[in-house]
């Protein structure tokens, strides 16, 4: 019933609303919603999104903008949900679709989630959800209401819930807004990005050429505020230098700018950018090197996590495959002869832990890497193991073509493959590995 800038939902009646949103299999029948012949179905949205905080996010941006200013997130759950687990039964198939069921509508994972993306930024997440007493409450409890309300009131009559509601309150009423939508959902705005710039810079007063210039630099640095610092105290250093002429020169030589050690800055941080990564990659162990060297040479932008253990499998189940190079990456994943995802993940936690990589997705995990972390991450590499790493990647690729089963599944690969050929020599490449990336394209 409001207007947003894109994907403009249906203009539905309240009672739609309303029913689509209390729309269960167990309890209340779905909705059909739209003009007459091109309805679609509802149902609840409690199997996955039981916790709809990255759709309100996005929802916010497409009605107020991603300028928008916020003073606080608040979180309410509906109860502590318990651990789950698996008991052993004659009834095999009713209690693994229980279990399916308390694991699609648990909001505990997300939550975490959303607790360690915005550790950094205090006083902007709250969640606020009984702990104890509603683990075995069901949805159809309606005549149990006054046993949760006591268990609701001793979870806020706790002094640490006090001290937090109290805290909210004080946010909502008294504290200027301190972060933008954009940033919240994980995007630094050109404007942002342009005031760090020209803070850095000390150039405040640019011709309409020059901004234009300015802008387009903050987006060619992918707007990295480390990165950004580090091109104005540049600027600020060599005032004849335009910001076109910069722009120009930056293309030409990425590597060479984003390691200039910073001699003039605005926060007495006087490393490069590729010293701090560096830095980054010096505490890493060697695991959690070998997949950023492995994602170096693809595409920086949604690798899929899960095509490493597909790799694997196929190595163990067909003896005959000569991958040398990718099989001594893989192995390192491997404990008794079998993939073990917990180490593959403690690798991962600590490539995010140091800001060099993002993971995204809910049912398949997608590795994101920022575009000038990317460009580092090979950059840094010795010749040799740069050669390593294009070998693991063509060697990859076998497994991903062994995968495909439609043609998006091929689509969503071919960046990466114009990606590893861009820093691949032809004669770098085999046969076998040329026949597989040739049979994606």
């Given at each position: 019933?409001?207007?947003?800038?894109?994907n403009?939902?249906?203009?539905?009646?309240?009672v739609?609303a309303?029913?689509?949103?209390?729309?269960?299999?167990?309890?209340?029948?779905?909705?059909?919603?739209?003009?007459?012949?091109?309805?679609?179905k509802?149902?609840?949205?409690?199997?996955?999104y039981?916790?709809?905080?990255?759709?309100?996010?996005?929802e916010?941006?497409?009605?107020?903008?991603?300028?928008q200013?916020?003073?606080?997130?608040?979180?309410?759950?509906?109860?502590?949900?318990?651990?789950?687990?698996w008991?052993?039964?004659?009834?095999?198939?009713?209690?693994?679709?229980?279990?399916?069921?308390?694991?699609?509508?648990?909001?505990?994972?997300?939550?975490?989630?959303?607790?360690?993306q915005?550790?950094?930024l205090p006083?902007?997440?709250?969640?606020?959800?009984?702990d104890?007493?509603?683990?075995?409450?069901?949805l159809?409890?309606?005549?149990?209401?006054?046993e949760?309300?006591?268990?609701?009131?001793n979870?806020?009559?706790?002094?640490?819930?006090?001290?937090?509601?109290?805290?909210?309150?004080?946010?909502?009423?008294n504290?200027?807004?301190?972060?933008?939508?954009?940033?919240?959902?994980?995007k630094?705005l050109?404007?942002?990005?342009?005031?760090?710039?020209?803070?850095?810079s000390?150039?405040?007063?640019?011709?309409?050429?020059?901004?234009?210039?300015?802008?387009?630099?903050?987006?060619?640095?992918?707007?990295?505020?480390?990165?950004?610092?580090q091109?104005?105290?540049?600027?600020?250093?060599?005032?004849?230098v335009?910001?076109?002429q910069?722009?120009?020169?930056y293309?030409k030589?990425?590597?060479?700018?984003?390691?200039?050690?910073?001699?003039?800055?605005m926060?007495?941080?006087?490393?490069?950018?590729?010293?701090?990564?560096?830095?980054s990659?010096?505490?890493?162990?060697?695991?959690a090197k070998?997949?950023?060297?492995?994602?170096?040479?693809?595409?920086?932008?949604?690798?899929p996590?899960?095509i490493?253990?597909?790799?694997?499998?196929?190595?163990?189940?067909?003896?005959?495959?000569?991958?040398?190079?990718?099989?001594?990456?893989?192995?390192?994943?491997?404990?008794d002869?079998?993939?073990?995802?917990?180490?593959?993940e403690?690798?991962?936690?600590?490539?995010?832990?140091?800001?060099?990589v993002?993971?995204?997705?809910?049912g398949?995990?997608?590795?994101?890497i920022?575009?000038?972390v990317?460009?580092?991450?090979y950059?840094?590499?010795?010749?040799?193991?740069?050669k390593?790493a294009?070998?693991?990647?063509?060697?990859?690729?076998f497994?991903v073509?062994?995968?495909?089963?439609?043609?998006?599944?091929?689509?969503?690969?071919?960046?990466?493959?114009?990606?590893?050929?861009?820093?691949s020599?032809?004669d770098?490449?085999?046969?076998?590995e040329?026949?597989?990336?040739?049979h994606?394209?």
């Amino acid at each position: 019933s409001y207007l947003v800038k894109a994907n403009q939902g249906y203009n539905c009646t309240v009672v739609e609303a309303a029913r689509a949103t209390t729309a269960s299999p167990q309890f209340f029948k779905s909705v059909s919603i739209g003009a007459r012949g091109l309805t679609e179905k509802f149902i609840g949205a409690h199997l996955g999104y039981n916790n709809p905080m990255n759709l309100v996010l996005e929802e916010a941006e497409l009605v107020f903008g991603a300028s928008q200013p916020v003073a606080c997130i608040v979180s309410i759950g509906a109860g502590h949900p318990g651990h789950i687990s698996w008991k052993s039964s004659k009834l095999f198939t009713s209690m693994l679709m229980k279990v399916l069921m308390d694991i699609s509508t648990s909001c505990e994972a997300s939550v975490e989630s959303f607790v360690k993306q915005y550790k950094n930024l205090p006083g902007i997440f709250y969640r606020l959800n009984v702990d104890q007493g509603l683990q075995k409450m069901a949805l159809d409890d309606w005549n149990s209401l006054g046993e949760i309300k006591t268990h609701s009131v001793n979870y806020l009559h706790k002094a640490e819930i006090t001290q937090k509601v109290g805290s909210i309150v004080d946010t909502l009423h008294n504290s200027p807004q301190k972060i933008t939508l954009g940033r919240l959902i994980g995007k630094m705005l050109d404007e942002d990005s342009l005031s760090i710039l020209f803070k850095a810079s000390l150039r405040f007063n640019s011709s309409e050429a020059e901004h234009a210039a300015a802008k387009e630099l903050v987006q060619e640095l992918g707007n990295l505020a480390l990165a950004i610092v580090q091109a104005g105290g540049y600027l600020h250093y060599h005032q004849h230098v335009k910001f076109h002429q910069y722009l120009e020169n930056y293309k030409k030589d990425k590597p060479k700018y984003l390691a200039q050690v910073k001699t003039h800055n605005m926060d007495g941080y006087s490393l490069s950018a590729f010293a701090t990564w560096d830095c980054s990659y010096q505490k890493l162990d060697r695991k959690a090197k070998e997949i950023l060297m492995l994602c170096s040479v693809l595409h920086y932008s949604k690798i899929p996590v899960e095509i490493l253990e597909k790799a694997w499998n196929n190595l163990t189940q067909n003896s005959g495959l000569d991958a040398p190079e990718l099989k001594k990456t893989l192995e390192l994943f491997v404990e008794d002869g079998n993939w073990n995802n917990n180490s593959l993940e403690a690798a991962l936690d600590s490539l995010q832990s140091y800001s060099l990589v993002e993971i995204r997705g809910e049912g398949v995990k997608l590795l994101n890497i920022h575009s000038l972390v990317h460009v580092w991450s090979y950059k840094s590499l010795e010749p040799k193991k740069q050669k390593r790493a294009q070998l693991c990647a063509q060697q990859l690729f076998f497994h991903v073509d062994e995968g495909m089963k439609t043609y998006f599944d091929a689509v969503e690969w071919v960046p990466h493959l114009q990606q590893l050929l861009k820093l691949s020599t032809v004669d770098a490449i085999g046969m076998k590995e040329a026949y597989d990336m040739g049979h994606i394209f």
